[in-house]
Structure formats: structure tokens, C-alpha cells
């Protein structure tokens, strides 16, 4: 069945990167688009990037725009999200997501991997 | 931005029926998707496209969508279905994906 696997949260001080990565089985990775979505602890979701499944389109939200950068391995069927500059306000359970193509929304998501930005 | 509004909670009795309300500018043109999320757990998908189930959702979950305001409906709210709901729709002004603000579903 389709499943989509997070790693690579952890916590680190302000300013400073990490990349998360997401391991995707079950479907056929190429042919999708897939999204990071972000939840701070007790809050509600935030949508942070897509990236279309041609790569010819990669959006983010306004807050992370010029610091995270969506990508992806076809090879490995793994989704990447490289986070520099780090804030506070970016801790959180960050989640990839599968598109659920043409319909605006995501069908599949990951168990999630938590960022905590703290000094 | 575009913003999406939800009442912060609702409770609802066994066997009765919950709307849950989600109201943003001419949100009627635009497509809503509905997520569950229990607590420690994942989203997941419960509606799209206004009023689509995906496959193994249960009949008890349907969705509209008009004017300035889409509504979950849960007819037969059961135990199970105490969780949190978020509605959700893409913005094509501001090239986002939004979400709600989310409601707290309580069954008691």
C-alpha cells in the first residue's frame, strides 16, 4: 500500500539547517507531486511547499520563501526539505503529503518527523 | 492571504448529527477538501472536491460547499469520530494551499 516515511527531524539552535527527508513506496513515485505540511505543537496545519510531479513547479508558503527548498530523488523515491536559517517558529511535526493529483489536496500522508528550534 | 474560518469546537451526542462550518471569501468557487486528525495520529482525508469520499470513508461523511461557506456533515456521529477537522482549499490569487483553523470535535 502506499506509504510515505519521515526522518530527519531533531533539535537545533536558531539559524542553523537540517534536512528532512521522506521515503515514499507503494506508488509510483515520478508521478506525483508531493507537499511538506507543518504542525507547531497544540496548533493546527500549515501548508509549507509542493512540488508539482514534472518538478517544473515548486511553491512555498511566504514564511519559509528564500529559506527551504523542496526536492526529490526519483531513484530513491525520496522527497527532501532542506531548512536553513532556522527560527523558533518553525518547530513543529513537519509531515510530507502526496498529491492527489488535479484535485488540490493531498490523499497520503506520512507518520511525520519533528524539527524543535531552541537554544 | 486567503483565510479559512472554523469555530474552534462543537460537541455533539451519540447518534446525532455535526456541521462543521468553514467560511472564506467566495469560498463557494473554490474546491474544499475536509482532514480528521485524532490525536497523536496523521491526517487524513475524509472529503475532497467539495463532496467526494474517498475510498473507505464511511458513508456518514458528506460535504457542501456554497457562497462564502462549505460545512462537513457527520449524520450518526459516533465515539470514533471525536477529532480534530480541518478544512482546506488552494488559493490560486496567492499560489497557497490553505487550511482552516481547524474544530474540535467532541462526542459525548
Known amino acids: 500500500q502506499v506509504q510515505l516515511v519521515e526522518s530527519g527531524g531533531g533539535v537545533v539552535q536558531p539559524g542553523t539547517s537540517l534536512r528532512l527527508s521522506c521515503v515514499a513506496s507503494?506508488?509510483?513515485?515520478?508521478?506525483?507531486?508531493m507537499h511538506w505540511v507543518r504542525q507547531a505543537p497544540g496548533k493546527g496545519l500549515e501548508w509549507v511547499a509542493v512540488m508539482s510531479y514534472d518538478e517544473s513547479d515548486k511553491l512555498y508558503t511566504d514564511s519559509v520563501k528564500g529559506r527551504f527548498t523542496i526536492s526529490r530523488d526519483i531513484s530513491e523515491k525520496t522527497l527532501y526539505l532542506q531548512m536553513n536559517s532556522l527560527r523558533a517558529e518553525d518547530t513543529g511535526v513537519y509531515y510530507c503529503?502526496?498529491?492527489?493529483?488535479?484535485?488540490?489536496?493531498?490523499?497520503?500522508w506520512g507518520q511525520g518527523t519533528t524539527v524543535t528550534v531552541s537554544s | 492571504s486567503y483565510a479559512l474560518t472554523q469555530p474552534p469546537s462543537m460537541s455533539v451526542s451519540p447518534g446525532q448529527t455535526a456541521s462543521i462550518t468553514c467560511s472564506g471569501d467566495?469560498?463557494?468557487?473554490?474546491?474544499i477538501s475536509w482532514f480528521q486528525q485524532k490525536p497523536g495520529q496523521s491526517p487524513v482525508l475524509v472529503i475532497y472536491?467539495?463532496?467526494k469520499r474517498p475510498s473507505g470513508i464511511p458513508e456518514r461523511f458528506s460535504g457542501s460547499n456554497s457562497g462564502n461557506t462549505a460545512t462537513l456533515t457527520i449524520s450518526g456521529t459516533q465515539a470514533m469520530d471525536e477529532a480534530d477537522y480541518y478544512c482546506?482549499?488552494?488559493?490560486?490569487?496567492?499560489?497557497?494551499?490553505?487550511f482552516g483553523t481547524g474544530t474540535k470535535v467532541t462526542v459525548l
Open positions: 503529503a502526496k498529491d492527489y493529483s488535479d484535485n488540490y489536496v493531498m490523499d497520503v
Open positions: 472536491r467539495n463532496a
Open positions: 507503494g506508488f509510483t513515485f515520478s508521478y506525483y507531486g
Open positions: 482546506q482549499t488552494w488559493d490560486s490569487s496567492s499560489a497557497n494551499y490553505v
Open positions: 467566495n469560498l463557494g468557487n473554490k474546491y
